[in-house]
């Protein structure tokens, strides 16, 4: 056997050279085999989030309020934007390159002959990571659908689908009723399912009743109610009132934390939190790149919108922070996303286009977008721009889109970074880069 890679980069640029064709393979039943041979369960309560949007904000309210709360935590989330540490978390704090390192030998040492894809191996590595350190509460985000995600060979004690719409058409199909099937999947029979889409599709319905799950939905078992300075929510059993709105800005960010309060209610046996703890916890939730709007002038704004459910969200959030002079979009998206989808919402907002090649064979190429943003832009939005008042502009990453971005944008104006996460991930890596 060759040595084995002793620094965390090494080890995955190891993982990557196996997997250079970046194919997906569904099915769980490679996974669920090395699972068995790492002897790997949990024994403290997993809470497991799925959803199209949403799922991050909801994982990263659980987490603050149960750190708030005095409880141990442990936290799968994905993708990362400039270190892979920030996919395992514990107790707020990024795993270590040593703790990964010696999960990552685990995995390799059982997997034997089997070969496993870069997301499964990684994510067998961190639920290895999380089931063998001291920990009271286990929050697992699904990556790619549901059902045969490999994050789902384990068995959730509560299971969140926070919305269901189109993305990833390739892998779940091509309509809400197929997507919320694949969602569904994490679904277990007589445990909790909460769904916090305001429009859950029949399919993930059905599932659930199928297989005896105890479907939790917005409007029937949970709600919330708000006003301009607080928010409450009810439950089947449990009502908090007179709750700061969640630190994470944006229009759908009720419907995340009430699926989150929705979750510690089922287990408010196990583990009881005040309501205090959910005040402080929503108060003081952070999670990078999700309309994240940065201090300072211009004014920065983060967003990893990258398909039509999340770009329109977005476009209503950029419309309610006021007037901007200009607002100047960094953008960069993949090929097979819903391009015309993502876009169209946000031409009303954008007045100059800083459009950015990516990292990833699946990129967009910037030449053909900026063609079809043009002729989207000027058939409708800005069909009446004079010239100078809109303009669309390629770079060859997002750094170089951002710095000209910069140049260009007055104090007053605003820049919106959107699109692929590498995007985004592309332009906090020259932010900090400018910062040391």
Same mark, same amino acid.
């Given at each position: 056997? !060759?040595?084995?890679?002793?620094?965390?980069?090494?080890?995955?640029?190891?993982?990557?050279?196996?997997?250079?064709?970046?194919?997906?393979?569904?099915?769980?039943?490679?996974?669920?085999?090395?699972?068995?041979?790492?002897?790997?369960?949990?024994?403290?309560?997993?809470?497991?989030?799925?959803?199209?949007?949403?799922?991050?904000?909801? *994982?990263?309210?659980?987490?603050?309020?149960?750190?708030?709360?005095?409880?141990?935590?442990?936290?799968?989330?994905?993708?990362?934007?400039?270190?892979?540490?920030?996919?395992?978390?514990?107790?707020?704090?990024?795993?270590?390159?040593?703790?990964?390192?010696?999960?990552?030998?685990?995995?390799?040492?059982?997997?034997?002959?089997?070969?496993?894809?870069?997301?499964?191996?990684?994510?067998?590595?961190?639920?290895?990571?999380?089931?063998?350190?001291?920990?009271?509460?286990?929050?697992?985000?699904?990556?790619?659908?549901?059902?045969?995600?490999?994050?789902?060979?384990? &068995?959730?004690?509560?299971?969140?689908?926070?919305?269901?719409?189109?993305?990833?058409?390739?892998?779940?199909?091509?309509?809400?009723?197929?997507?919320?099937?694949?969602?569904?999947?994490?679904?277990?029979?007589?445990?909790?399912?909460? *769904?916090?889409?305001?429009?859950?599709?029949?399919?993930?319905?059905?599932?659930?009743?199928?297989?005896?799950?105890?479907?939790?939905?917005?409007?029937? &078992?949970?709600?919330?109610?708000?006003?301009?300075?607080?928010?409450?929510?009810?439950?089947?059993?449990?009502?908090?009132? !007179?709750?700061?709105?969640?630190?994470?800005?944006?229009?759908?960010?009720?419907?995340?934390?009430?699926?989150?309060?929705?979750?510690?209610?089922?287990?408010?046996?196990?583990?009881?939190?005040?309501?205090?703890?959910?005040?402080?916890?929503?108060?003081?939730?952070?999670?990078?790149?999700?309309?994240?709007?940065?201090?300072?002038?211009?004014?920065?704004?983060?967003?990893?919108?990258?398909?039509?459910?999340?770009?329109?969200?977005?476009?209503?959030?950029?419309?309610?922070?006021?007037?901007?002079?200009?607002?100047?979009?960094?953008?960069?998206?993949?090929?097979?996303?819903?391009?015309?989808?993502?876009?169209?919402?946000?031409?009303?907002?954008?007045?100059?286009? *800083?459009?950015?090649?990516?990292?990833?064979?699946?990129?967009?190429?910037?030449?053909?977008?900026?063609?079809?943003?043009?002729?989207?832009?000027?058939?409708?939005?800005?069909?009446?721009?004079?010239?100078?008042?809109?303009?669309?502009?390629?770079?060859? &990453?997002?750094?170089?889109?951002?710095?000209?971005?910069?140049?260009?944008?007055?104090?007053?104006?605003?820049?919106?970074?959107?699109?692929?996460?590498?995007?985004?991930?592309?332009?906090?890596?020259?932010?900090?880069?400018?910062?040391?």
């Amino acid at each position: 056997m !060759s040595t084995l890679p002793t620094t965390l980069p090494d080890w995955l640029a190891l993982l990557e050279s196996r997997h250079a064709e970046t194919h997906i393979d569904m099915g769980l039943e490679r996974v669920r085999a090395v699972k068995d041979r790492m002897a790997l369960a949990f024994s403290v309560p997993v809470i497991m989030v799925a959803g199209t949007n949403g799922k991050g904000s909801t *994982c990263a309210m659980l987490e603050s309020i149960l750190l708030r709360a005095g409880y141990r935590v442990g936290l799968y989330i994905k993708p990362h934007f400039l270190d892979f540490n920030e996919r395992a978390r514990i107790n707020g704090e990024m795993a270590s390159d040593a703790a990964l390192i010696a999960s990552f030998n685990v995995v390799e040492e059982k997997r034997g002959a089997t070969d496993l894809t870069y997301f499964e191996f990684t994510t067998l590595a961190i639920m290895h990571l999380l089931s063998t350190t001291e920990i009271d509460v286990a929050i697992l985000e699904v990556g790619l659908g549901g059902r045969l995600d490999a994050v789902n060979v384990i &068995d959730a004690d509560v299971a969140i689908v926070t919305s269901v719409d189109i993305d990833h058409t390739d892998y779940l199909g091509d309509t809400r009723e197929k997507i919320g099937f694949e969602k569904a999947g994490i679904f277990r029979a007589g445990k909790p399912a909460i *769904c916090s889409d305001p429009v859950p599709p029949q399919s993930l319905i059905d599932h659930a009743a199928a297989i005896g799950a105890d479907l939790w939905l917005l409007g029937r &078992d949970f709600n919330y109610a708000g006003d301009q300075q607080q928010w409450g929510y009810g439950g089947r059993s449990q009502r908090r009132n !007179s709750l700061a709105y969640p630190a994470l800005r944006g229009a759908n960010q009720l419907l995340n934390a009430s699926a989150a309060l929705a979750a510690l209610e089922v287990l408010r046996l196990t583990l009881p939190v005040g309501a205090q703890e959910v005040r402080t916890g929503l108060a003081l939730v952070e999670l990078p790149g999700r309309f994240q709007v940065l201090p300072g002038q211009p004014t920065v704004v983060l967003d990893v919108a990258h398909n039509p459910h999340a770009s329109a969200t977005l476009a209503q959030n950029l419309g309610n922070m006021g007037f901007h002079p200009f607002t100047y979009a960094v953008f960069g998206i993949m090929e097979d996303k819903d391009i015309a989808g993502v876009v169209t919402p946000m031409l009303e907002h954008i007045d100059h286009w *800083c459009l950015a090649d990516l990292p990833s064979p699946r990129s967009a190429d910037g030449a053909l977008l900026a063609a079809r943003i043009a002729d989207m832009a000027l058939g409708g939005a800005k069909s009446d721009a004079r010239p100078g008042e809109f303009t669309v502009n390629t770079f060859p &990453d997002p750094a170089a889109a951002f710095a000209n971005a910069v140049s260009r944008a007055g104090e007053n104006d605003r820049i919106v970074v959107f699109g692929s996460f590498y995007t985004v991930a592309g332009v906090m890596a020259a932010r900090k880069s400018t910062l040391h």
